[in-house]
Structures are given as C-alpha cells and as structure tokens.
Nanobody
Framework: QLQASGGGLVQPGGSLRLSCAAS????????MGWYRQAPGKQRDLVAV???????NYAGSVKGRFTVSSDSAMKTVYLQMNSLKPEDTAVYYC????????WGKGTQVTVSS
C-alpha cells in the first residue's frame, strides 16, 4: 500500500533522499509523512506535510531535512542533508485519510 525506497548507508554529513508512493486504492490522503524508530526506542515523528502544503518537523531535523509531496498527494519525499549518526533508524512512511497507513520501513544508517 505504501512503498518506500531510498534508504542506505551514508557517511556523517552526507545526504539521502527517501521516497514513498501510495498505491492507487488509497485515496483522499490528507497528510503524508515520515517517522523513524531507532533500536530500543519508540517511533517518533520526523516530518509531515498536509494536502495544503503545511509542514511540521521534529526539532532535531529542522534545517536539515525537507519533506515534500507531489501535487496529487500520492508520493512523499524526505530530503535528508547533513546527516548525523543519531539519524540512524528505520524510517517509516505514513499516509492518513480516514485511516492511517504505514509502509514497511527503510533502513538509514549514518556511519563512517
């Protein structure tokens, strides 16, 4: 239903771009976003964008990450710059209409 891609291994200071596409039968999406979960920790919000274009970011990623979507609100992107080791986590895509949908997650590892 949600297919994420773009994770991988990157050195500190590097960049990655995540993408997540919603399948056709998920309609009327009002918001899409990204969450992450590090080992032994809870899943936390990273960034979210609404259909109207409003965005919200976790304080730890402001100024480094940018969330965007296509005009149809079927694909969401997360541009991650100036990556730090503490950004290492599994990143999950989320889409919301009357329900909440989750992707399987993509691993992002920031390490030298």
């Amino acid at each position: 239903q949600l297919q994420a891609s773009g994770g991988g291994l990157v050195q500190p200071g590097g960049s990655l771009r995540l993408s997540c596409a919603a399948s056709g039968f998920i309609s009327g999406i009002s918001a899409m976003g990204w969450y992450r979960q590090a080992p032994g920790k809870q899943r936390d919000l990273v960034a979210v964008i609404s259909r109207g274009g409003n965005t919200n970011y976790a304080g730890s990623v402001k100024g480094r990450f940018t969330v965007s979507s296509d005009s149809a609100m079927k694909t969401v992107y997360l541009q991650m710059n100036s990556l730090k080791p503490e950004d290492t986590a599994v990143y999950y895509c989320n889409a919301v209409n009357r329900l909440s949908y989750w992707g399987k997650g993509t691993q992002v590892t920031v390490s030298s």
